[in-house]
């Protein structure tokens, strides 16, 4: 399967999710929009930056993300409270990939464990993170 453009990336977003703004470059792109994982749950204003060299980044812009109940720390982030997605070494996401059926949904599923941790201090999305030091407030 072949590499997808930036321009079939960003075409490819404008037409499945009319609503959310992306600028594109010949180098990269940037998506902002807003999920709501559930009908009861909040909308986040989510940035989504990609380009050719590095893999998808999405931090979430509001509402800020935050420790649960416990004080514990958000689980499946990164520095700066980017949002750990996929696992990368096992090529979950490629560049032959459509950011619009991968990312986007991977964000509103890990939305919806991150409002269940909130709950249960329980995180239920599965996968595998790094054990990183980091205080993430």
Not at 10 to 29: C, D, N
Not at 88 to 111: H, M
Request: charged letters at 20%; aromatic letters at 14%.
């Amino acid at each position: 399967m072949k590499d997808h453009s930036i321009a079939e990336q960003a075409a490819s977003l404008r037409s499945k999710y009319p609503q959310y703004k992306v600028t594109s470059t010949h180098v990269g792109l940037k998506v902002l929009g807003n999920l709501q994982p559930t009908a009861r749950s909040s909308v986040y204003a989510f940035e989504l930056r990609y380009s050719l060299s590095i893999s998808p980044e999405v931090k979430i812009l509001s509402p800020a993300l935050v420790r649960n109940w416990k004080g514990s720390n958000i689980p499946h982030t990164y520095p700066g409270n980017k949002l750990c997605l996929f696992r990368p070494i096992y090529g979950e996401f490629k560049r032959s990939d459509f950011i619009y059926e991968t990312i986007i949904p991977w964000v509103s599923l890990w939305l919806y464990h991150y409002e269940v941790w909130h709950t249960t201090d329980t995180w239920y999305g599965g996968g595998e993170h790094p054990q990183i030091k980091f205080d993430n407030a």
